[in-house]
């Protein structure tokens, strides 16, 4: 429905455009280099790696532990999944030889569920707030941000950092709950979901936004799948995939994790797949974390003195084994807020890993645009980046 | 009721359509496959389209140099490695194909799973692995013009790009071997007195 | 060409009872632009403090609130005691904080960030002003000026009080449409001499919208034109005043629902004509960069932002003029009247000033508000929800004037609303039924109906939202 002119229906000189590396709409630097009719996009090739730091490189040259501040960077956007998705893949690595096993506590656990739950609901903020800023509409951004200045007001009590927290580590979490902890974040929660009705009136409900994106840039099923599509994008196009769900890793097997899907919110105009859906399943999302942190907190242990308690305490010690884990190879996937965050960590038994491997939702997205950006309008190449939540370090590593 | 198959069931079905396909382990006991480069394509055909495998998404396409990898028999390949996951069927399986590290050529399942695309260019900028049929396999992280694979392990860290030296006066890397075309190396008299620091 | 009594008494004075041309433009200059640059240039630069306070408190910010009246007072003291050591300068200035009222009035100020206005003037005039390599030299560098031009001369034409206008021409109505056509010129002129992909579509998507958007606005103003009768500004004002304590009753927008519905897609297309969200396709900052201005620095910046400012004010007043009754106070006019001259148009100008700015408020509410549109539904609703409803009202508001004709009656003031074979019964509610409670009631009828059909919310949608 994006336009009635197809891109083979376009005749005459064509506008060669650079959006970007510095464009205000492509989240960091990302360069499309777009080719145009007018307004309608003929072609959209994206180019990579101006933000290339050769993370998966300097995995290979520091020790086990000293790799977790280096995931922050990898998805400073929700750095506290970034670090919880290095952590499992190594504590799995260990788990792998009974003589290195590790016992992560269940205190431990239950906070990560909740630092993890609360950052998801802080990417998803920005990921709709910023997505309303490329339409047009200022204020749902602030409105998000505010938020979102709450959660980074608590991680910064819990550990000193507003964005890139270095707080899961291996075998636990690296401070206790601070004091008033759970009623600050329950008070939190009570103000964020009236806060965020009146966010969903204002944007979401909002006809001209609603119209802005449905239909635009659908994908179906199967192509989501085929293109590597993850996390909300891929459950923006209908796919029933949660890897809390069906591959629970840390606890998330002993909550209720519901997954929101795709249907065609935007009614009328609306394809299931479009950018209106990949939008509020985000939405949808944040809801179903705010549930999660809620049943996190109910499961809470009392702390104990004892920090490698196995229950109330919250951090097990690995310092021993990390300095001779097992040799071989493991892969972990978690479901971070951009998607499947995937480790492939391999081994040679010594004390730094032998290849550290990141798989993140934002480069996978990145292989549909080509197939997207064809005879849509220049307007549209802002929502379909939008609609993706794409953190450019994150796709460039 | 799960249609999943265990990583033994689906061997069993490779293997019958392939013989060539053998089944391995790594060290800590993660099961994979070994393709031969030549069978990749039609092995991952099968795997896509086979009703009780249907492997519909290429969760992972990724490779290591396993140089100094103390393997038993040691080895010089690259290892690439796909993680195949099938959504329908919610089974997972682990492909790998070893390349010579001198003539790295493994054909390209861009054609099999679209995301493949974007994770082989990445593979072969990082570890130099040439997919044969990749309808545009250029260079995805490092500019165009860069020179060596990263994440090989003889790789050496180029002292200048375009020019542009990439330390500055008095830095310097730890034990960096000399490159082809570097200064010749200065007379003792004129090495620093001081050892160098090592860096964190 | 007549151009009012105080025009002509200048120029008489300046050069004979027979004056020459340049006599009568110095005269214009000081007749118009004077007094009425001194009114709209102000506002035009208040309107940004309004916007950056008015999206402060939709956004839960302070927004300016730093620089402040402390700095001015004390330059003024330093200036005004340059002879005095600082130390009693320092004093006297401590001196007036302290008198009773100052230094709240002061603190006030500095809060409202009124301060800022100064400051950012001074920072405009003081940038450099850039003109890339690849640039179109003299359309880039004239391109500011005629977007500014076309932005203030409508004005001329506007009537701020009883005496207060410029331009008295018989055609008000159609030079205000003429004269606004400048901007967009500039805006042309801008995007193609930047010599920037992006700012050359930023050109061309203002040029296809404000030329699509003034045939809503010239429709709506020949509504207004065809129900007064006149094309007269002033007299269109005249027209709105029904002579009674309740005056606000004899406004157009009061007259009929479809005058009420011309004012509002006036204001409408006003804003699309301004190119504000969710309008603001030549601008569009997250898709084109900055749009047209682009490549624009200081002052030749300051001229566009000014331009966009006076725009909305112009829509504003428009609005006012030809549906809200001008510059006439909405309680009577009798004792505004009876003040001296002087008193009389200061007072009608602030009054007109208050109905612009409150116009000028919801433009900026608007902005802060909703998404923008993309450019095909930008064209779509001009094209297939303005015109249609434009026209729809044009001919609605013919059909009940020829129904008041027919009824015998003149068409407005108290006596409109008469229905043919019910003269002899002077029912004014019955007048008011007819006229207002049976078109609203069926438009909202209508609106059901379409909200029905459209308005259908997913429900997960509802859930979102806090509905059931």
């Known amino acids: 429905m994006s336009t009635d002119v197809t891109v083979e229906t376009l005749g005459g000189e064509r506008m060669k455009l650079n959006m970007g590396p510095h464009h205000p709409a492509t989240h960091g630097v990302l360069r499309l280099m777009v080719e145009t009719d007018g307004e309608i996009v003929a072609k959209a090739v994206p180019d990579h790696g101006f933000l290339h730091r050769s993370i998966e490189k300097i995995g290979e040259c520091v020790e086990w532990p000293m790799f977790v501040p280096y995931t922050d960077r990898i998805d400073y956007v929700c750095a506290m999944n970034a670090n919880l998705a290095y952590c499992v893949a190594v504590e799995k690595l260990l788990n792998t030889d009974p003589a290195t096993a590790v016992q992560v506590p269940l205190r431990a656990e239950c906070i990560r569920i909740i630092v993890a739950e609360l950052n998801r609901i802080s990417s998803h903020l920005v990921a709709v707030g910023a997505m309303s800023m490329d339409l047009g509409a200022y204020t749902p951004f602030l409105h998000g941000i505010a938020q979102r200045e709450t959660v980074n007001d608590i991680f910064e009590k819990l550990c000193g950092q507003r964005l890139t927290y270095n707080f899961v580590t291996i075998g636990g979490v690296a401070f206790d709950l601070h004091k008033g902890a759970e009623a600050e974040i329950t008070a939190f929660l009570d103000a964020f979901e009236k806060e965020m009705i009146r966010f969903n009136k204002l944007i979401t409900a909002n006809t001209i936004f609603r119209d802005r ?39 998330y097997d002993r909550l209720a994790v519901r997954v929101p899907v795709g249907q065609g919110f935007a009614g009328r105009n609306g394809r299931v797949g479009d950018c209106y859906d990949r939008f509020v399943v985000r939405l949808l999302e944040i809801n179903e974390s705010v549930r999660l942190v809620r049943e996190a907190l109910k499961m809470l242990p009392a702390p104990v003195e004892k920090k490698t308690d196995a229950t109330g305490g919250y951090q097990a010690d690995v310092a021993k084994q990390l300095r001779k884990p097992p040799k071989g190879e493991v892969r972990v996937r978690t479901e971070a807020p951009r998607g499947e965050m995937g480790y492939v960590i391999v081994s040679d038994g010594s004390k730094t890993p032998y290849r550290v491997r990141c798989r993140t939702g934002s480069f996978t997205a990145c292989s549909i645009f080509q197939k997207l950006m064809r005879g849509i309008f220049m307007a549209d190449i802002v929502t379909v980046i939008g609609s993706f939540d794409i953190v450019v370090p994150e796709i460039d590593r | 009721m799960s249609t999943a198959l265990a990583f033994a069931a689906i061997a069993e079905q490779v293997k019958s359509a392939h013989p060539s396909v053998e089944a391995r382990e790594s060290d800590n006991r993660q099961p994979w496959l070994l393709v031969p480069a030549a069978d990749l394509p039609a092995v991952a055909r099968l795997l896509r389209d086979a009703p009780a495998l249907r492997f519909d998404s290429l969760a992972d396409l990724t490779g290591w140099d396993l140089a100094k990898f103390p393997a038993t028999p040691p080895s010089t390949d690259i290892a690439v490695a796909y993680y195949l996951h099938s959504l329908a069927h919610r089974h997972h399986l682990t492909l790998k194909v070893m390349a010579p590290r001198d003539a790295a050529q493994v054909p390209s399942v861009s054609g099999v799973w679209a995301v493949a695309n974007y994770f082989e260019r990445e593979v072969y900028d990082l570890l130099g692995v040439a997919f044969t049929g990749h309808p545009n396999l250029k260079r995805i992280m490092c500019p165009d013009d860069w020179i060596g694979h990263p994440l090989r392990k003889d790789y050496v860290y180029p002292q200048a790009y375009n020019g542009i030296a990439h330390l500055r006066d008095g830095q310097h890397f730890e034990d960096a071997p000399p490159r082809v075309g570097d200064p010749p190396p200065a007379p003792a008299a004129a090495a620093p007195a001081k050892p160098p620091v090592k860096s964190a | 060409m007549e151009f009012g009594p105080a025009v002509n008494t200048i120029a008489t004075w300046i050069s004979g009872p027979d004056p020459s041309w340049w006599a009568v433009g110095i005269g214009l200059v000081a007749v118009w632009v004077i007094p009425v640059l001194a009114i709209v240039f102000p506002v035009a630069a208040v309107g940004q403090i309004i916007e950056r306070k008015v999206a402060a408190a939709m956004q839960r910010r302070h927004g300016p609130n730093t620089v402040g009246m402390d700095g001015i007072l004390r330059l003024v003291v330093r200036l005004a005691f340059f002879f005095l050591p600082r130390a009693a300068q320092d004093r006297i200035q401590a001196r007036i904080t302290a008198l009773p009222g100052v230094g709240w009035t002061l603190g006030l100020l500095q809060r409202s960030g009124l301060g800022q206005l100064a400051a950012d003037g001074v920072k405009m005039i003081g940038k450099e002003d850039i003109v890339p390599a690849g640039t179109d030299g003299l359309v880039f560098r004239a391109a500011p000026y005629l977007a500014l031009v076309g932005a203030f001369l409508p004005f001329a034409a506007i009537p701020f009080a009883q005496n207060l206008v410029a331009l008295e021409v018989p055609v008000g109505a159609l030079y205000v449409v003429a004269a606004s056509g400048f901007t967009v010129v500039g805006l042309l002129m801008a995007g193609w001499g930047s010599g920037n992909k992006f700012s050359l579509l930023g050109g061309m998507r203002a040029v296809a919208q404000v030329v699509s958007y003034e045939i809503p606005v010239g429709l709506a103003i020949a509504g207004v034109v065809l129900w007064c009768g006149t094309m007269d500004l002033h007299q269109i004002v005249a027209h709105q005043y029904n002579g009674q304590w309740y005056s606000f009753l004899g406004w157009n927008i009061f007259q009929s629902p479809f005058l009420a519905l011309l004012a509002c897609l006036l204001f409408f297309a006003g804003l699309a004509e301004c190119q504000r969200t969710p309008f603001d396709m030549a601008e569009a900052e997250s898709e084109l960069v900055s749009g047209f201005n682009t490549e624009y620095s200081g002052l030749r910046w300051g001229m566009f932002a000014m331009a966009e400012y006076s725009e909305m004010i112009l829509v504003g007043a428009l609005v006012s003029t030809l549906f809200l009754g001008g510059y006439q106070s909405p309680i009577g006019e009798p004792w505004i009247m009876s003040l001296p001259g002087w008193l009389e148009t200061i007072i009608h100008a602030g009054i007109l000033l208050v109905k612009f700015t409150l116009g000028v408020v919801l433009m900026v509410w608007i902005r ?101």
């Open chain 3, 368 to 468: 802060w508000t909703l998404p923008r549109f993309r450019v095909d539904q930008v064209m779509r609703l001009c094209w297939l929800t303005l015109v249609p409803l434009c026209l729809l009202s044009l001919f609605g508001l013919a059909l009940t004037m020829l129904l008041g004709g027919l009824a015998g009656g003149v068409h407005t003031g108290p006596a409109y609303g008469r229905i043919p074979g019910m003269q002899h019964i002077n029912l004014d509610a019955l007048g008011w039924l007819v006229t207002w409670v049976v078109p609203v009631g069926f438009a909202a009828v209508l609106v059901a109906v379409a909200r029905r059909r459209h308005g259908q919310m997913h429900p997960a949608l509802k859930q979102l939202t806090g509905g059931a």
């Open chain 1, 213 to 251: 994106c449905a239909g635009v840039a659908a994908i179906s099923a199967a192509d989501a799948v085929a293109y590597g599509l993850v996390g909300p994008n891929l459950r923006g196009s209908g796919v029933d995939w949660d890897i809390r769900r069906d591959e629970p890793y840390g606890i």
